[in-house]
């Protein structure tokens, strides 16, 4: 049984920063590329980021770019996302997933699983 189980998730005020986790189990981790999306109230999910099977290439939905980061430490089994200087309009629902595809951008279709999810808040 494969589990994405996100965590790191919280209430932060506008340029804050917040790292977010991803833990995998029940797969081979470092045979997926791994991705971030997010879902705001009453807008569609979105792209965030993703890496690599090796975390050679990573690459990033333009809103975010020079302000997240995406990582991942294959023998921990787990993706990390670091967000720096954050917006309230980055408030959404955050969850990881994994893919056995290498676009360099991704949608909900290309998801071979997903994690339940991880709230961030963004105040002003």
């Known amino acids: 049984q494969v589990q994405l189980v996100e965590s790191g998730g919280g209430l932060v005020q506008a340029g804050g920063s917040l790292r977010l986790s991803c833990t995998a189990s029940?797969?081979?981790?470092?045979?997926?590329?791994m991705g971030w999306f997010r879902q705001a109230p009453r807008k569609e999910r979105e792209f965030v980021a993703r890496?690599?099977?090796?975390?050679?290439?990573?690459s990033y939905t333009d809103s975010v770019k020079g302000r997240f980061t995406v990582s991942r430490d294959n023998a921990k089994n787990t993706v990390y996302l670091q967000m720096s200087n954050l917006k309230p309009e980055d408030t959404a629902v955050y969850s990881c997933?994994?893919?056995?595809?290498?676009?360099?951008?991704?949608?909900?279709?290309?998801?071979?699983?997903w994690g339940q999810g991880t709230q961030v808040t963004v105040c002003s």
């Open positions: 997933a994994s893919t056995t595809r290498t676009l360099p951008t991704l949608t909900a279709r290309d998801i071979n699983y």
């Open positions: 029940g797969l081979t981790f470092s045979s997926y590329t």
């Open positions: 890496i690599t099977r090796t975390g050679r290439f990573s």
